[in-house]
């Protein structure tokens, strides 16, 4: 099952990827001061109606013609709530969705924050094409990504060859490493 923060962010990333978004912004808020890892996902996607946004963090509530059941947000819910955190969803149909969750930091049930990197190079494997941020800060620090300025770097190169890829990975994972060091 999901074991890290980052496999929640990723479910939650796709939902915004199939909801036809073009640009994605992550933002990580990690606080010692506050204790509390607090997550938002904004995208431009279709959106969702009042009455699908109140239901949608409820596991029966899915577009999918798959399967009857849709688990993203009902997870990461669940571990907002088990974690003394919070949930919440705002939504606008042809204007895109905000997912907000938070858990507490120092809680014994939190699990760690896990890969990030690796979870923000799974969704630009799954659409390259979106404008991806990534927004991490600390009490003291912020890291910031923004894929577009690495496309416009790669003047026509594909973010999805694998050099580019493992790149961005480790660029991601030291820029959280760092902003995290400081603070200690
Ligand atoms: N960012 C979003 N924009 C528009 N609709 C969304 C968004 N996120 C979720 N939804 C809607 O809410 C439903 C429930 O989402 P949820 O992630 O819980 O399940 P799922 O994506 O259907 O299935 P699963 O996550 O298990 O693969 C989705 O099927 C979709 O209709
Ligand atoms: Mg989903």
Redesign the pocket.
Known sequence: MMEDIAMHIL??L???I??G?TKIILKIRDSLNDDVIAIS?E?N????DEA?TKK??DPF????TTRK??????FMKGLAETCNGSFDIQ?EVGK??V?KASVQKLNIDTPDLGDIGEMMMEAIQSDENIDYVLDYSTDQNQFIFESEVVKNELAGVSLLEPEILLWIKEYINQGIEQAKEDTL
């Open positions: 479910e939650i796709m939902n915004s199939k909801a978004a996902v995208d996607g279709k959106g969702m699908m949608a963090a509530t899915t577009s999918r059941i849709g688990m993203g947000l009902a939504s895109g969705t997912v």
